[in-house]
């Protein structure tokens, strides 16, 4: 956490107040966070136009007419514009001071996340280098997943998340997309038909977007750049739902752990 869908949810309420104007400084309060924040960041953005502000896999691209900023929100992180002078809490690390008398202001009590600026477009930096396509990409079809996956002997679920074939999809939202199609978590990837990857596909794509729509799953930390939480959570059908009730089946939902992470099924309705 965050995962796509709230990196999404930030990106579309900052960018109507960011884009088109100057950065004029920079105040850094803490530069721990996952990657050190270079002591010299003011002097890296003052006197840079924001361009424009996008998202790649889960992390923000700040692009400005001198390069550009990389921000991940980490495991707790938030972003907020506020005006300038509004008091700063214990964990507003780094805020960006925009003309006009109003800030972009990092929050992360965690300091998992990181804020980096770049001297090119941001698309370019290593970090971004080998990552899968994105889910929404027009390109990545059932028959491509299908034939990443012919000889890997990994965890369906475990396959789903890693973010060098497919970005953006979470612990959260996975166990969500392989409910709804059908499928077993524990099944190997490659034992995965082609008609259930394009089904799998399809549900994660559903997925995403009903979360985009809803702002977000709000499980304990997240909040929008409003301050307002994600609703996604009230439309959760397997996710923090061990020995519920299936909707479908009504038999007790299951979790084990997979990949390190918590994973939630069927062991009915998921083959």
Not at 21 to 37: D, K
Not at 46 to 61: M, N, P, T
Not at 174 to 179: D, G, H, I, Q
Request: proline letters at 7%; one cysteine or more.
């Amino acid at each position: 956490m965050p995962e796509l869908p709230e990196v999404e949810t930030t990106r579309r309420g900052i960018a109507p107040l960011l884009e088109g104007r100057l950065l004029t400084w920079a105040i850094l309060r803490e530069q721990r966070l996952r990657h050190a924040v270079p002591e010299n960041l003011a002097e890296r953005v003052a006197g840079a136009r924001i361009l424009s502000v996008g998202r790649r896999a889960k992390y923000l691209l700040i692009r400005h007419d001198r390069g550009g900023l990389l921000l991940h929100l980490g495991m707790s992180g938030t972003v907020r514009v506020l005006p300038v002078g509004y008091p700063a809490a214990k964990h507003d690390h780094v805020d960006l001071l925009l003309e006009g008398g109003e800030l972009l202001r990092y929050n992360d009590p965690r300091r998992f996340g990181l804020i980096l600026p770049t001297n090119s477009d941001p698309d370019d930096h290593p970090l971004l280098r080998d990552l899968g396509p994105e889910p929404f990409d027009p390109v990545l079809t059932g028959e491509a997943l299908h034939q990443m996956a012919r000889k890997r002997k990994s965890p369906l679920k475990v396959f789903l998340m890693d973010q060098k074939i497919l970005v953006g999809v979470g612990n959260i939202y996975a166990s969500e997309a392989l409910f709804r199609a059908r499928l077993d978590p524990r099944r190997l990837a490659c034992e995965v038909s082609r008609p259930a990857w394009m089904r799998l596909l399809t549900a994660v794509r559903e997925v995403l977007d009903e979360a985009i729509t809803a702002g977000g799953t709000t499980l304990k930390d997240f909040r929008d750049p409003d301050g307002k939480p994600g609703y996604f959570g009230l439309h959760l059908q397997v996710y923090g739902r061990a020995d519920e009730p299936c909707l479908s089946c009504k038999r007790p939902l299951h979790q084990l752990r997979l990949g390190g992470r918590a994973t939630y099924y069927c062991s009915h309705c998921q083959r």
